[in-house]
């Protein structure tokens, strides 16, 4: 079993409050969930409203499944949300 976590920025640059920010993630979050079926939260800066930081995780049995499924999440990410993205990072971890 491979699961794959990613961490990632995404700049609110237009954005001027908490509400705005709410506005863009939580729409993300359900397309992303439905759209690919992975564990997707906010889990950092909660209360700055120019930023938002979430994690995502994916499982597979294969690492190259799991590596694409990650890169097909940030590439929509990059492509259809209307924010920056900032950072990312991924790591693969291997358990059993």
Known sequence: ???GVCRFELVL?????LKGKRSVIRPLVAHVRQR???AIAEV???DDWERAVLGFAVVST??????RMVQSVIDFIDRDVDAALGFYEV???HAF
């Open 13 to 17: 640059e237009d954005n001027c409050s």
């Open 91 to 93: 790591e693969h971890i």
């Open 1 to 3: 079993m491979v699961i």
């Open 44 to 46: 950092d800066d909660h």
């Open 62 to 67: 294969d690492a190259a499944q799991t590596s």
């Open 36 to 38: 690919f079926n992975v």
